[in-house]
């Protein structure tokens, strides 16, 4: 009678593609609190967490979806909001974890260069906390940070096509926020913020 090989099942996180156990690992043994940073289709979620043997403790959490209460009415998901929502959580973190160094964990989203998970970074690092990072050329820049690019698109395709504006920035327009005036509004919460 011929016998297989049983063949070994990965843990049911792995399976289902929630956790890179391998990550996770190098992560919990530095023992320090981590920025979990987490992009969905309307926001961005950012939790300061930390290791317990019986699960996780969420220690400080918050969304993008605050930025709507400092006046914020364009997309909570674009870069602009990443650097705003950044400071924010960076401001508002700073008070419980002003000594702690904090790793930041994107779980399994590889960080594009110069994309959302870095202008977020940028911005925590402005509000304050101590997140280790390493070097300071994978931060978008200030053009495309401050919301300036998605200005002069939108006063570009206004001016050549103006069905494809109306269609583009509907969400902008529903909210009575204008895209061609999105740069003096970031500026105006940055110095809120910077307060």
């Given at each position: 009678?011929a016998?297989?090989?049983?063949?070994?099942?990965?843990?049911?996180?792995?399976?289902?593609?929630?956790?890179?156990?391998?990550?996770?690992?190098?992560l919990?043994?530095?023992?320090?609190?981590?920025?979990?940073?987490?992009?969905?289709?309307?926001?961005?979620?950012?939790?300061i967490?930390?290791f317990?043997?019986?699960?996780?403790?969420?220690?400080?959490?918050?969304?993008?979806?605050?930025?709507?209460?400092?006046?914020?009415?364009?997309?909570?998901?674009?870069?602009p909001?990443?650097?705003?929502?950044?400071?924010?959580?960076g401001?508002?973190?700073?008070?419980?974890?002003?000594?702690?160094?904090?790793?930041?964990?994107?779980?399994?989203r590889?960080?594009?260069?110069?994309?959302?998970?870095?202008?977020?970074?940028?911005?925590?690092?402005?509000?304050?906390?101590?997140?280790?990072?390493?070097?300071?050329d994978?931060?978008?820049?200030?053009?495309?940070?401050?919301?300036?690019?998605i200005?002069?698109?939108?006063?570009?395709?206004?001016?050549?096509?103006?069905?494809?504006?109306?269609?583009?920035?509907?969400?902008?327009?529903?909210?009575?926020?204008?895209?061609?005036?999105?740069?003096?509004?970031?500026?105006?919460?940055?110095?809120?913020l910077?307060?």
């Amino acid at each position: 009678m011929a016998s297989k090989k049983a063949k070994p099942v990965n843990y049911r996180r792995k399976r289902e593609g929630k956790t890179n156990y391998k990550k996770r690992l190098r992560l919990l043994l530095s023992e320090k609190p981590r920025l979990v940073l987490r992009l969905s289709n309307t926001k961005i979620v950012a939790q300061i967490i930390e290791f317990d043997v019986k699960g996780d403790k969420v220690l400080f959490a918050s969304d993008s979806n605050s930025l709507k209460k400092l006046g914020w009415n364009f997309s909570f998901k674009s870069l602009p909001a990443a650097y705003l929502f950044g400071l924010d959580f960076g401001k508002k973190a700073l008070s419980q974890f002003s000594d702690k160094e904090i790793i930041l964990d994107t779980g399994l989203r590889t960080p594009q260069v110069k994309g959302k998970i870095y202008a977020f970074l940028k911005g925590v690092l402005d509000g304050g906390l101590n997140v280790l990072h390493g070097s300071e050329d994978v931060y978008p820049i200030e053009e495309r940070l401050n919301g300036k690019s998605i200005e002069n698109y939108a006063k570009l395709l206004k001016k050549s096509n103006e069905e494809s504006y109306k269609k583009r920035f509907a969400l902008n327009l529903k909210n009575k926020a204008d895209p061609c005036n999105m740069n003096v509004k970031f500026e105006e919460i940055k110095i809120n913020l910077l307060k």
